[in-house]
Each structure stands twice: as C-alpha cells, then as structure tokens.
C-alpha cells in the first residue's frame, strides 16, 4: 500500500525557495506522497514575503518563517518559527539552523592550534546595517573594536574595507554559505550579532562560525544560550 497523497501548495515564500526541495517537503515525503499543486490544496505552507495565502480559506494554512516574526494564529492553522512561544500543539519551534544544518552539528569552542594562532583576528560580513537594532549595534561594536584594538576585515557592503574575491555573491545561495564559513576560517574571531533578538532566535550567523571554526562574539538570543549553545563554545557581547 503506497504513502497516503495530499495536496499542498507554497506561497509567500522567500526569493529562491524550491517547492520540491526544502525541510518541509523533504519532511513530508516520509510519510506521505505530497503533490505540489497551484489550485485546491489541502494544506498551505506560507511565509512571510506576501499576502497570497488568503487565497484558500479552505485548506489548512501552516506560517512558516526563519524570520524574526511570530505567527498570527488568527491567519493560521499551525506555525513553524525560529520563536520560543508557547501555543500548544499548533506551534512548533525550529531554529533557523536545524533546518539549514546536519543534526549532528555540535557547537563546541574550536579547538586552539598553532594554526589558529596564525590567523588573521577578526572578521565583519554583513550588508545590512539598518533593518533591526541589532545590525546598527554590531556596525558600532566593529568600529569601537577597531578604535581601541585591532583591525577587523569587513569584505562585505557594511564598512567596507578589504576585498575577498573567493566571497560568493549573496544571490548565489548555493555558493555564499559556503564560501562564508571557508573565509571565516581564516580568522580567530567573527562579529556573529543577530539583526534581533527574541527567546530562541538564534541563526546562521552563529553556525557558520561553529562550520568555520572560529571562535563568535555573539548578541542575539542570550536567554537560549545555556539550552541550546554552551556558553563557554563563544564570546556573549549582550
């Protein structure tokens, strides 16, 4: 006897989502055979870039995001968010990286080497610097780090001030992740600050130093870190 079908339908979803394959499809496809239809779905899966998903009143409407943003439950069903919230069975609460990384990844300070030891100090990879109070405070800190210790490399829009041609450009997803955590290898340090702050939001841009094997200077989700990040694997800058 073959998986039990259902139709589902994703909408609003984010530049360079692919419906056939992502955490939630891949997910289903264990249990059940999912067809990926534009009209009728049973269920919905929406996210936060659009308004389509009151196009189907009738189905079962699942928000999903990796976004700082909690769930209207007045617009759906059921919730996947990167926010500890508590909502019963209707939410389910999936950082951003364990949708984005193996399971088996295990934040751990990297180990220090006379490799390490050579490295560059510290590095700043971001573009941007005005959506969210967290981006206005990590251009602040580099630039204080810089006044009063040494110099960071900023390769990316933000503070500009050292090119990186084996950077990949932010639109070539498949690229960019990679090249990021090969470049931060080349450091001690990275400047890991979350764009905002909320209980369990927590990203990629602490990941990648963990892939990296650098150590982070972290601000974002401080009361996670002693569930879901031990304290003592980076530098907390709240």
Known sequence: MGKPVIRISFVDSWQGFDPEHNFITDALRLHFSPQIV?????????????????RFPAAVKIFYTGENIEP????CDFAITPSRITFGIRHLYLPVYASAYASDLKPELPPVTPDMARRKFCSFIYSNDRIGEGSRCRAAFC??????YAHVDCPARVLHNVDAPDLARRGDVANWNESKIRFLGKYKFNIAFENSSNNGYITEKLMDCYLGNTVPIYRGSEGELGEDIPRDSLICAH
């Open 72 to 75: 209207d439950f007045n617009q």
């Open 143 to 148: 630039r204080k780090l810089m006044e009063t």
């Open 38 to 54: 534009e009209d009728n779905p049973d269920f919905v899966f929406y996210s936060c870039f659009g308004l389509q998903h009151l």
